[in-house]
């Protein structure tokens, strides 16, 4: 049985004072679940004070993208061992926001999902089609691709810490979900392929989160899906109340 995860994407959003209100508001949303878990990614400037915030809680901290080095001359980058002394424990890889205004390729990517790995890092994995993609019928060559890439030279060992989030571009920021057929078709042809790339249980045991433009008023809807595990919310993450309805889907 997959455990759900609920994933906050905070993007670049909060200041100091803000990101603690928030992290304290969402934690009250959040109970002693058994069945899922609640992870938050703000800026990495108020990772440390956002994880004191949540110490107490089951909420885990992870950072929005990841360096595959532990230290060294990497202007503008953070490493595992920073977001590890900041409270973290995961990092989000690949967003399309990363793919598309900073031009990270799926071989950057995939250096950063084997840094995150060998520091022992939950590493969520983006991936996702452009509308344009979409309507050129081309969504499952770049996913595989987007997969095969992502994933290259990563161990079936260390899959247990992969989680993969299904996020089309043209659903992100902008209102328009996935339907619940088209997110939950994906998510079977991720799965389907992760079984190609290593076995049948690694991808049952694998979690594919999807994300874009979910809401309180579709969590319930996708979350029925059979391959989907999961959330990766931006927009409405930045809200408590919403957040803490998606985080307690039904
Ligand atoms: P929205 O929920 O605002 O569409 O953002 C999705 C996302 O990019 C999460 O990483």
Redesign the pocket.
Known sequence: MRKALI?G?W?MHTTVVEACQLAADVAKTCSDYTDREVLL?PPYTVLSEVSHVINNTSIIIGSQNICWEGKGAFTGEISPVMVKDAGGSAA?VG???RRHIFMETNELINRRVKGALAFGLMTIL?IGETLDERDAEKTFVILEEQVRKGLADVDGADMDKIVI?Y?PVW?????K?ASKEQAQEAHAFIRELIEQLYEKNIAEQTRILY?????PGNVDELMAQTDIDGA??????LDADSFGRIINFE
């Open positions: 994933a994407n993007k990614a989000i967003h399309s926001e983006c989030a996020e659903a992100i920021g902008t209102g979900t994300g874009g433009s979910v809401k990766l919310v931006g927009g409405a993450a």
